[in-house]
C-alpha cells in the first residue's frame, strides 16, 4: 500500500509538474506570438449589412415583377382567348355559329326578295316590251303607221286593150297577199283589211278615192316571193299582160317606203273579251 | 418600404413598356400574380406581427409562384387544367382574406 501510495505520488507530482510546463509553454503573452485579434465581430456585421441590403434588394425586384406582371395582365386580359376555359370557348363557338346561321337565313330571304323584286321589273319590262311590239305590229297591220321595209314596186300602165278593171286590181292584191305581204299601197291609198277597190269613171275607186293609171303597187315582204305572185304564169301579171294590154313592171328594193297611212277605224260595237 | 418601392417601379414600367409575354407563360400569368400577392399580404402580417423576415419572405414569395405555376402546369398536362387554376385561386384567395384581417386586426387594436 505505502509502494502503491509513493508511486501514486509520484505520478500526481509529475502529472502536474507537466501541466504546469504545459501552461508555461502555452503561454501567448510572451510577446513571441503577437496576439491576432479575430474579427468574428467585424466580419458578421458586414456580413449582415450584406445580406440586409442584398435581401431588400431582392425584395424589391420581386415586387417589381409582381407590379409588372399584374400591369401587363391588366393590358392583356381583354384581347386573348388563350386564358378561357373551354366551356367559354364552346359557347363562345355555339354563340357566334348561331348568329351566323341566322345572319345567312336572313340573308337568303333578302335575296329571295332581291330576287322576286328583279323577276317582277324583268316581267315588267318585257309586258312593256309586248305592249310596245304589239303597238307596232297592229300599228302597222291597221295602217296607222308608216313602213319602210324590203318589197317590191309594181307598176301597171294604162292598159291599151282595155281598162283595168277593179277585179283585175283586187287580184293583183289578193295575190300579194297570198305571198305573204306585210305592208302595202296603191297610189296613195293604204291598203288594210277594209280596202275596196270598185270600178269608177276614169279610173278605180279606192276607199273613197278616185285612182288614175298608172297604178302604183309598194309592197313590203320577201320580195322573191312577191315578184314570183306577180310574174308567175298564168298568174295576173300575164292577165293584165294579154288581156288589158298593160305594161307591168316589177322593181324589188331593199327598201320600199310606204308613207300614206291609213284613218284608224272606231268600232262602236265591237268590244275586245276581257 | 421596399416592398411599395418596387411595386411602383414595376406597375410603372409595365404600363409604359407594355412587352409581349410568350405564349407558353400566358396561362400562368395571373396565377403568378395572385400568388405573389399572397406573398406580399403575409409578409405585411408578419411584418405587422414584428416577425418580418427578409429570408422567409423572398422564399415563402418565389415557393408561391412556383408552387402555383407548376400546380397549374400539372393540371393542363393532365387535362384538369382549368379546375385546378380555380383551385388555386380559391386557395390563395382564402390566405389573402384571412391575412388581410389578420392585418386589419392589428391595425384597429392598437
Given at each position: 500500500?505505502?509502494?502503491?501510495?509513493?508511486?501514486?505520488?509520484?505520478?500526481?507530482?509529475?502529472?502536474?509538474s507537466?501541466?504546469?510546463?504545459?501552461?508555461?509553454?502555452?503561454?501567448?503573452?510572451?510577446?513571441?506570438?503577437?496576439?491576432?485579434?479575430?474579427?468574428?465581430?467585424?466580419?458578421?456585421?458586414?456580413?449582415?449589412?450584406?445580406?440586409?441590403?442584398?435581401?431588400?434588394?431582392?425584395?424589391?425586384?420581386?415586387c417589381?415583377?409582381?407590379?409588372?406582371g399584374?400591369?401587363?395582365?391588366?393590358?392583356?386580359?381583354?384581347?386573348?382567348y388563350?386564358?378561357?376555359?373551354?366551356d367559354?370557348?364552346?359557347?363562345?363557338?355555339?354563340?357566334?355559329?348561331?348568329?351566323?346561321?341566322n345572319?345567312?337565313?336572313?340573308?337568303?330571304?333578302?335575296?329571295?326578295?332581291?330576287?322576286?323584286?328583279?323577276?317582277?321589273?324583268?316581267?315588267?319590262?318585257?309586258?312593256?316590251?309586248?305592249?310596245?311590239?304589239?303597238?307596232?305590229?297592229?300599228?302597222?297591220?291597221?295602217?296607222?303607221?308608216p313602213?319602210?321595209?324590203?318589197?317590191?314596186?309594181?307598176?301597171?300602165?294604162r292598159?291599151?286593150?282595155?281598162?283595168?278593171?277593179?277585179?283585175?286590181?283586187?287580184?293583183?292584191?289578193?295575190?300579194?297577199?297570198?305571198?305573204?305581204?306585210?305592208?302595202?299601197?296603191?297610189?296613195s291609198?293604204?291598203?288594210?283589211?277594209?280596202?275596196?277597190?270598185?270600178?269608177?269613171?276614169?279610173?278605180l275607186?279606192?276607199?273613197?278615192?278616185?285612182?288614175?293609171?298608172?297604178?302604183?303597187?309598194?309592197a313590203?315582204?320577201?320580195?322573191?316571193?312577191?315578184q314570183?305572185?306577180?310574174?308567175?304564169a298564168?298568174?295576173?301579171?300575164?292577165?293584165?299582160?294579154?288581156?288589158?294590154?298593160?305594161?307591168?313592171?316589177?322593181?324589188?328594193?331593199?327598201?320600199?317606203?310606204?308613207n300614206?297611212?291609213?284613218?284608224?277605224?272606231?268600232?262602236?260595237?265591237?268590244?275586245?273579251?276581257? | 418600404?421596399?416592398?411599395?418601392?418596387?411595386?411602383?417601379?414595376?406597375?410603372?414600367?409595365?404600363?409604359?413598356v407594355?412587352?409581349?409575354?410568350?405564349?407558353?407563360?400566358?396561362?400562368?400569368?395571373?396565377?403568378?400574380?395572385?400568388?405573389?400577392?399572397?406573398?406580399?399580404?403575409?409578409?405585411?402580417?408578419?411584418?405587422?406581427?414584428?416577425?418580418?423576415?427578409?429570408?422567409?419572405?423572398?422564399?415563402?414569395?418565389?415557393?408561391?409562384?412556383?408552387?402555383?405555376?407548376?400546380?397549374?402546369?400539372?393540371?393542363?398536362?393532365?387535362?384538369?387544367?382549368?379546375?385546378?387554376?380555380?383551385?388555386?385561386?380559391?386557395?390563395?384567395g382564402?390566405?389573402?382574406?384571412?391575412?388581410?384581417?389578420?392585418?386589419?386586426?392589428?391595425?384597429?387594436?392598437?
Amino acid at each position: 500500500m505505502p509502494m502503491s501510495g509513493k508511486r501514486e505520488h509520484d505520478l500526481l507530482s509529475k502529472m502536474h509538474s507537466q501541466h504546469a510546463a504545459d501552461k508555461e509553454n502555452d503561454r501567448m503573452d510572451t510577446g513571441s506570438f503577437p496576439i491576432v485579434r479575430r474579427r468574428p465581430r467585424r466580419r458578421g456585421v458586414t456580413n449582415e449589412v450584406r445580406g440586409h441590403v442584398a435581401s431588400s434588394i431582392l425584395i424589391v425586384v420581386l415586387c417589381a415583377m409582381l407590379g409588372f406582371g399584374y400591369a401587363i395582365q391588366l393590358n392583356n386580359t381583354t384581347s386573348t382567348y388563350e386564358t378561357m376555359s373551354e366551356d367559354e370557348l364552346t359557347r363562345l363557338i355555339t354563340e357566334t355559329s348561331t348568329q351566323v346561321q341566322n345572319l345567312q337565313q336572313r340573308k337568303a330571304e333578302l335575296s329571295s326578295q332581291l330576287k322576286s323584286l328583279q323577276e317582277a321589273a324583268n316581267k315588267q319590262e318585257e309586258a312593256k316590251r309586248i305592249a310596245k311590239q304589239n303597238e307596232d305590229t297592229s300599228g302597222l297591220l291597221s295602217g296607222r303607221l308608216p313602213a319602210v321595209g324590203e318589197g317590191v314596186v309594181i307598176r301597171v300602165t294604162r292598159g291599151t286593150k282595155e281598162k283595168v278593171d277593179a277585179s283585175t286590181m283586187f287580184q293583183l292584191l289578193e295575190e300579194l297577199r297570198n305571198a305573204g305581204v306585210e305592208v302595202m299601197a296603191i297610189n296613195s291609198v293604204r291598203v288594210v283589211t277594209s280596202t275596196y277597190i270598185a270600178d269608177a269613171k276614169g279610173g278605180l275607186l279606192c276607199d273613197g278615192v278616185l285612182l288614175k293609171a298608172p297604178y302604183t303597187v309598194k309592197a313590203i315582204g320577201d320580195s322573191q316571193n312577191l315578184q314570183n305572185a306577180v310574174n308567175i304564169a298564168g298568174g295576173v301579171g300575164s292577165r293584165l299582160k294579154v288581156k288589158f294590154g298593160a305594161q307591168v313592171s316589177v322593181v324589188s328594193s331593199n327598201s320600199v317606203q310606204i308613207n300614206e297611212i291609213a284613218q284608224v277605224e272606231q268600232y262602236s260595237y265591237a268590244k275586245t273579251v276581257e | 418600404m421596399a416592398a411599395v418601392l418596387g411595386l411602383i417601379i414595376g406597375v410603372v414600367v409595365g404600363i409604359f413598356v407594355r412587352p409581349d409575354i410568350p405564349i407558353v407563360l400566358q396561362p400562368y400569368l395571373p396565377i403568378m400574380v395572385v400568388a405573389a400577392l399572397d406573398a406580399l399580404l403575409g409578409a405585411a402580417r408578419s411584418y405587422f406581427e414584428r416577425s418580418f423576415s427578409d429570408k422567409v419572405f423572398v422564399i415563402s414569395f418565389v415557393s408561391n409562384v412556383v408552387t402555383a405555376t407548376l400546380l397549374v402546369l400539372l393540371g393542363n398536362q393532365l387535362g384538369v387544367g382549368s379546375q385546378l387554376q380555380t383551385a388555386v385561386i380559391v386557395v390563395l384567395g382564402i390566405r389573402i382574406f384571412s391575412n388581410v384581417s389578420a392585418i386589419r386586426r392589428f391595425i384597429f387594436r392598437g
